[in-house]
């Protein structure tokens, strides 16, 4: 599914390059240029782009992509005013870092994870933090895809008997699979029937139920 979805986008052609994710550093007037560890960040990130750009996709994803970037550099801007300016580009510089490795994923392989919690553990990281970040990266993914098309299985949920509350008011696919996989994700949490050890929560259940979207679009 993942290979149509690109077969897809290929058949829209390719465009430029979007907005840069990556900050220039031309002139180093900004703090990710002139400390060392932020630099490094700075560098994973611009080479992340670089093999992003050289994926085809069709004119409504990219043109998604490159709001999405613009409306990200203004964010990382703000950090120069934080109190710890330095921990806010980390964090932000990762963040990103984070989306593009999952969008190099969709259109390159290898496959989308399967399971939040192996996938976890195979990084070493804790579990809140790191199920945090692969549900952040995953829905910043999903709200580009759905943006560009404007479909989704949601469209099919919102119509089932079991849609969420609120779900066949949903204004776009976006919202209503947001709708759905929360309410999903929720009653699993509480299912007796799920190992709540192995589960890894209703952050990972999401981040999961994302994946999964993303790979059948």
């Not at 897809?8 to 400390?35: I, K, M, N, R, Y």
Request: glycine share 4%; hydrophobic share 45%; net charge negative.
């Amino acid at each position: 599914m993942i290979r149509f979805f690109a077969a897809t986008l290929l058949a829209g052609g390719l465009l430029v390059s979007p907005a840069a994710a990556s900050v220039s550093c031309e002139a180093a007037t900004s703090l990710v240029c002139t400390d060392t560890a932020l630099l490094a960040l700075n560098d994973e990130l611009a080479a992340r782009e670089a093999l992003l750009a050289k994926a085809p996709m069709h004119q409504a994803f990219r043109s998604e992509l490159e709001a999405a970037n613009e409306e990200w550099e203004a964010a990382l801007e703000d950090c120069a005013q934080s109190s710890n300016a330095a921990a806010c580009y980390r964090k932000r510089l990762t963040q990103r870092i984070a989306v593009l490795v999952l969008l190099n994923r969709l259109f390159a392989g290898p496959h989308l994870p399967s399971n939040a919690v192996k996938a976890c553990t195979a990084r070493g990281q804790s579990s809140g933090s790191c199920y945090d970040s692969l549900f952040a990266a995953a829905d910043t993914v999903y709200a580009i895809t759905a943006r560009a098309f404007e479909t989704s299985l949601a469209a099919v949920n919102i119509q089932t008997p079991t849609a969420p509350d609120g779900g066949s008011q949903a204004l776009s696919a976006e919202d209503a699979f947001r709708a759905w996989r929360t309410a999903e994700c929720t009653a699993l949490s509480q299912s007796p029937m799920v190992d709540q050890g192995e589960a890894g929560g209703v952050i990972a259940c999401q981040a999961e139920l994302t994946w999964r979207e993303l790979a059948t679009l």
